[in-house]
């Protein structure tokens, strides 16, 4: 009847008790506060860094009140239907004091907690009357128990109705502390390091990692902010990201590198299992894109919030998947699903967004939420950059990967680490004969490279040639990749793709990665060769370097989704010249891309499958056009297209459809197409 929460189930400081029903027996009940109050008391060896002794004399409180439980318990006595009334009002309170003492002992929430202070402390006293209400409602003259134990009761009652529960004021100095540094920081003082130790300290934030899982919580809580569309504490939260960012950079000199590799350990096994999913079940069943905040209705399907709640609005009250009738119009938050698709999206580089709308995190991220924000980083980007000009070898390590984080998802961090002048020293680290510095610091400039000013930034200080020998001879292969994606960010600036792909060994060094890399250095390879072929001059040297055949062992051996996607794409471009098609046909590739086009669930990998198929028949000839009409399945893949697909998908498959109606009417005629490719060579692709 207890029902387990962990702090994944819920936010922080929402209490999402259940009223247990009239019919439960009081035996049933007795049960259920035995298990409530023990695990209450489990928190007797859990560390406080606030609220010491509100939690301290909660806790001793409800220890009285389970040896009562456990004493009636023993007994086997017959308990009257008149004590549910009282146990039913206590497991109700009980199941919040479990909530409130879980989310003040919760590691990654201190400094949070420290300015809820008040409230907590409030909540505490709520709580703790709720108790003695409860008690005063029970019947204890009824209950055959021992005199010691009905004095316990009423000790417990007398305590909990007069108890002072007050904010501690020791909280409050802290609380008083930190808001004096944010407001200096909002008016562009840099404050002393002495201030900002002493706070951290007192809620107990005495790492690198400690702070960074502070900022990862409260990241978290913008989101739901953002995603709830209220936003009230945004600004706040904001400010207190900035507060511990700058803190994380400037105090903690140290990386916990042990913490931080279990971290990284639990997050590339939370990507094994989203690899195993299909990640089209992250897209909502009514607008077909990611959804942002996944909810799940009573019929157990999941929707996204927005689109659910349009249907409703609607009138609508039935489930747009299965059709049933809807119980209620209850929407409760599908938190696993949304974790697994935010993790999906910070290991893939995807930003979240709808269709037609710019992302919310995005357009957030382009200007900060508050001035505070805003000047602590502004202060941190200087110290970072004169860290990686001068600082020591794992100073600069150290600045490197603080870069690295901050320019991760958001623009205006970018714009301030790339004004302070963080570009130059960064490609200097590039040539660090410390693996975990050239890594961080290639990683760094990727994330800059996504900004405007920074991809100037980096061919104006000369830094392809450095870029480009990370992509040959990096020291680890996440460095390697790194600079495969840095290339496609750069690229996608026409000028910079002539540059790149004049550049010796530039090309030759993704199709090297293509072929001997990791599933991620091979995306980015794939997706970094794109970028160039954007710039037909650049077809013949990506042809000339082999990089067809290890497509096509791609497309033949990866089960990754979006790896396929990106392949197809390539070939896409490829095939629309003749000497492209003519590479793609004689790797004996032609069944292998119906294949896909028949086969995969995931749409984009369709059309560029379709897009392929044309352009082959365009500019392979009349030999191609009857292979394909050979194939009895390929007509109802098209078809499916024109109904299922996008606007260009359709187009396509119309195009090729009329190709293969067309070559069916007049094949008894002689209908010919110059052919581009030998008809041996043609041959090896019927089975």
Same mark, same amino acid.
């Given at each position: 009847m207890s029902k387990h929460f962990d702090n994944t189930d819920r936010r922080i400081l929402k209490f999402p008790a259940v009223? =247990?029903?009239?019919?439960? =027996? =009081?035996?049933?009940? &007795?049960?259920?506060?035995?298990?409530l109050s023990g695990k209450i008391l489990d928190f007797q060896s859990k560390s406080f860094a606030t609220q010491k002794r509100n939690c301290r004399e909660t806790i001793r409180q409800v220890s009285l009140l389970h040896i009562f439980f456990e004493e009636l318990c023993a007994g086997e006595r017959v308990l009257s239907?008149?004590?549910a009334v009282s146990f039913s009002e206590l497991h109700l309170t009980l199941q919040k004091i479990r909530f409130l003492l879980e989310d003040c002992s919760r590691d990654g929430a201190r400094l949070w907690m420290l300015t809820k202070c008040e409230f907590l402390a409030t909540q505490f006293w709520i709580l703790i009357r709720a108790v003695s209400t409860a008690l005063d409602v029970l019947p204890l003259s009824l209950i055959e128990v021992e005199d010691e134990v009905k004095e316990v009761v009423e000790l417990v009652r007398r305590q909990s109705r007069k108890a002072r529960f007050e904010l501690d004021r020791s909280d409050g100095n802290a609380k008083k502390m930190l808001l004096s540094i944010l407001d200096q920081f909002e008016k562009r003082v840099e404050p002393d390091s002495g201030d900002l130790k002493r706070v951290l300290d007192y809620v107990g934030i005495r790492s690198w990692s400690e702070c960074n899982n502070e900022i990862k919580f409260l990241e978290e809580e913008i989101a739901f902010e953002c995603s709830d569309c209220v936003g009230r504490e945004v600004p706040f939260l904001s400010s207190l990201v900035g507060f511990l960012s700058y803190s994380r950079g400037v105090i903690f000199e140290t990386l916990d590198t042990r913490n931080l590799d279990e971290t990284q350990g639990d997050f590339r096994s939370n990507m094994q299992v989203i690899n195993c999913l299909n990640t089209e079940d992250f897209r909502c069943p009514i607008s077909l894109e990611v959804m942002l905040d996944p909810v799940i209705i009573s019929t157990g399907q999941t929707y996204d919030r927005a689109s659910i709640q349009k249907w409703l609005k609607g009138g609508n009250l039935l489930c747009p998947k299965t059709g049933e009738k809807l119980t209620n119009t209850d929407l409760v938050p599908n938190l696993v699903l949304r974790k697994l698709i935010r993790n999906f999206c910070a290991y893939n580089g995807v930003c979240l967004g709808r269709m037609g709308k710019q992302s919310s995190d995005i357009t957030r991220t382009t200007v900060p939420d508050s001035q505070v924000a805003s000047e602590s980083m502004k202060f941190l980007s200087i110290f970072l950059t004169t860290r990686l000009a001068f600082g020591t070898?794992?100073? $600069? +390590?150290?600045?490197? /990967?603080?870069? $690295?984080l901050l320019a991760k998802s958001n623009i205006f961090n970018r714009s301030c680490l790339i004004n302070a002048g963080a570009v130059p020293p960064l490609l200097n680290l590039l040539c660090s004969t410390g693996s975990c510095t050239q890594e961080n610091a290639v990683a760094a400039l990727l994330k800059l490279s996504k900004y405007g000013t920074g991809k100037r930034l980096i061919v104006e200080c000369r830094g392809l040639t450095p870029i480009l020998d990370v992509l040959k001879h990096g020291l680890t292969w996440e460095a390697r990749q790194s600079a495969a994606a840095t290339i496609f960010y750069l690229s996608s600036v026409k000028e910079y793709r002539k540059l790149i792909g004049e550049a010796p060994d530039a090309i030759q060094g993704l199709v090297d990665l293509m072929k001997e890399g990791t599933p991620c250095g091979k995306k980015n390879a794939v997706v970094a060769i794109f970028g160039l072929l954007l710039l037909p001059k650049n077809h013949h040297r990506v042809l000339e370097a082999g990089t067809v055949p290890l497509l096509i062992d791609i497309l033949a051996s990866s089960e990754k989704v979006e790896l396929l996607s990106d392949t197809l794409a390539v070939i896409s471009l490829l095939a629309e010249s003749t000497e492209g098609a003519f590479a793609i046909l004689s790797s004996k590739s032609l069944n292998l891309i119906t294949g896909i086009?028949?086969?995969? %669930? /995931?749409? %984009?990998? @369709?059309? /560029?499958?379709?897009?392929?198929? &044309?352009?082959?028949?365009?500019?392979?000839?009349?030999?191609?056009?009857?292979?394909?009409?050979?194939?009895? %399945?390929?007509?109802?893949?098209? *078809?499916?297209?024109? %109904?299922?697909?996008?606007? +260009?998908?359709? @187009? @396509?498959? $119309?195009?090729?459809? @009329?190709?293969? !109606?067309? *070559? !069916?009417?007049t094949r008894s005629s002689g209908w010919i197409i110059s052919s581009a490719v030998p008809c041996h060579e043609l041959a090896i692709h019927e089975r």
């Open positions: 009223n =247990p029903c009239q019919s439960v =027996p =009081p035996a049933t009940l &007795l049960a259920s506060l035995i298990i239907d008149s004590v070898s794992e100073q $600069r +390590n150290k600045a490197a /990967y603080e870069t $690295r086009l028949q086969s995969s %669930t /995931y749409q %984009t990998a @369709k059309e /560029y499958c379709v897009s392929t198929l &044309l352009a082959l028949c365009i500019n392979g000839g009349a030999e191609v056009v009857a292979l394909l009409a050979k194939n009895q %399945t390929l007509m109802a893949s098209l *078809f499916s297209l024109l %109904t299922e697909g996008t606007a +260009n998908a359709g @187009k @396509k498959s $119309r195009a090729l459809i @009329k190709i293969l !109606h067309s *070559f !069916h009417e």
